[in-house]
Structures are given as structure tokens and as C-alpha cells.
């Protein structure tokens, strides 16, 4: 079926650097603009950027510009986010989403990955 | 950036009553562009409404939104069980980038 399945937990040390997977399946990869978004313990959903699968174009949302990183491998269907310089403040669960229509970033997000825990400790 | 505030926090209700919800917006946007998720414990966020009025695939009709300008609401009317969740409100900003409320959690009274 239509899904997003993204990679396990992580644990990881302050200053270190976490890459998250989302392999896409049964829709035209390309065709579809991929958010990331996030959401600390007991907090609302923090908006963190999209991908252009097509053209690896990307947006990232301003407090997350210098250490946020979003690829695309399309010869399997995934999108990764990777996190650099982590803090504690950055423990949460991390999404990417799929938005509704072809070839805009500016639309709702009508499929979305199971979630990628990821706790930041020393 | 566009700052969304909900309206009530906690919003405490029983089975069968009718839900109102709000999401404000600190500047006049699109109506094409303010969306609405329930999430509910440990699951991931669920689209329910689009362009601020359309409802997603699958979603009952009991879920319906409106609103413009700076002012939107989701409705629910007929509570059920399933209902009680955490609804956020979801502006897509282009290049201004997207932004979300900071969720209103529907609670069973």
C-alpha cells in the first residue's frame, strides 16, 4: 500500500549527528514534495523543511538553517534528514511527510511516516 | 513567519456533544493553504481537513472546517470515542515556510 517507512530510534550524544531514512512505496516518488517535521515530548509539531525528490531542491525552516541536511536516493525510493551539532532540546519524534498534490511544496500532508525516535544524552 | 494560535488548550467534552475549535492566525492567509490533523497517542498526524474547508479522503462528515482571513475552525459534531485526540492547525507557508498551531487536546470529560 501507500506508505512512508522511516528508519529505528537513535540515541545519540550531544555534538553528534543523526541521519533519519523515509523509503517511500507504491507512489511516484518523484512526483510528490517530502516535509520534515518534528515533535518534542508533550510539545506541538515543529515545521522543519521539504525536498524536491525531482530536482533535490530543498527549504529549510530558518532555526534549523547550517545544521540541517535533506537528500533524496531515488534509485530507492528515500528521503533522509540528517541533524548535525545535536542538543537535548533536540530529542524528539521526527516525521517526514508526503504532501497532497504533484509538484508543490505548498499543500497539506496527507501521508505520513510512522516517526523516528530520537534521544539525545550524554 | 505566520504564528498560529489555538483556542481552548484543553477542550473537555462528552460522546455525542459538538466540538468547536480555533486556529488564529497572526496575519491574513490563504484559505488554500490551512490544514487540520488529529493525532492521536503514539500515532503519527492524520489529515482531516484541506484548503481550510475540504474534507480528506476517508474522513467522516461529522469533521467539517471553515473560516477565513485570520480566523479558522474545525468542527465535530456528534463526539465519538475515537474523537478524543489532539487536533493541530497547519498553515503552508511557501516561502515563508509552513508553521503549526500548538495543537488543542480534545479530553473526555
Known amino acids: 500500500q501507500v506508505q512512508l517507512v522511516q528508519s529505528g530510534a537513535e540515541v545519540k550524544k550531544p555534538g553528534a549527528s543523526v541521519k533519519v531514512s523515509c523509503q517511500a512505496s507504491q507512489y511516484s516518488f518523484t512526483a510528490y514534495y517530502l516535509h520534515w517535521v518534528r515533535q518534542a515530548p508533550g510539545q506541538g509539531l515543529e515545521w522543519m523543511g521539504w525536498?524536491?525528490?525531482?530536482?533535490?531542491?530543498?527549504q529549510y525552516a530558518q532555526k534549523f538553517q547550517g545544521r540541517v541536511s535533506m537528500t533524496c536516493d531515488t534509485s530507492i525510493n528515500t528521503a533522509f534528514m540528517e541533524l548535525s551539532d545535536l542538543k537535548s532540546d533536540d530529542t524528539a519524534v521526527y516525521y517526514c511527510a508526503k504532501v497532497r498534490s504533484i509538484f508543490t511544496a505548498v499543500d497539506a500532508f496527507n501521508l505520513w511516516g510512522q516517526g523516528t525516535v530520537v534521544t539525545v544524552s550524554s | 513567519e505566520i504564528v498560529l494560535t489555538q483556542s481552548p488548550g484543553t477542550l473537555s467534552l462528552s460522546p455525542g456533544d459538538r466540538a468547536t475549535l480555533s486556529c488564529r492566525a497572526s496575519q491574513g492567509v490563504a484559505s488554500s493553504s490551512l490544514a487540520w490533523y488529529q493525532q492521536r497517542p503514539g500515532q503519527a498526524p492524520r489529515l482531516l481537513i484541506y484548503?481550510?474547508?475540504s474534507r480528506a479522503t476517508g474522513i467522516s462528515d461529522r469533521f467539517s472546517g471553515s473560516g477565513s482571513g485570520t480566523h479558522f475552525t474545525l468542527t465535530i459534531s456528534r463526539l465519538e470515542p475515537e474523537d478524543f485526540a489532539v487536533y493541530s492547525c497547519h498553515h503552508s507557508g511557501g516561502s515563508l515556510g509552513d508553521t503549526f498551531g500548538q495543537g488543542t487536546k480534545l479530553e473526555l470529560k
Open positions: 484548503g481550510a474547508s
Open positions: 525536498i524536491n525528490p525531482n530536482s533535490d531542491a530543498t
